[in-house]
């Protein structure tokens, strides 16, 4: 749902904070490729711990 309202707003910089808690397989890869869309135009910046949602990153930045 975040995601999806998030395309509404006119915001150049969007922060997810783990957006994905809660899903994995099918719906995961659902969020990443909604995040992607959002990032066409804008920076889009998420945490999160599911390899579907940050493997449509352009950009990656790993801390461990």
Partial sequence: ???TTSGL???QTL???EVDAGVGGAVAQTVGQLMKKLGRDR???AVTHLPQVAARA???AMRR
């Fill in 9 to 11: 707003g006119q915001a």
């Fill in 58 to 60: 352009i950009r990656l």
């Fill in 15 to 17: 922060i997810f904070d």
């Fill in 43 to 45: 920076q889009v910046m």
């Fill in 1 to 3: 749902i975040a995601v």
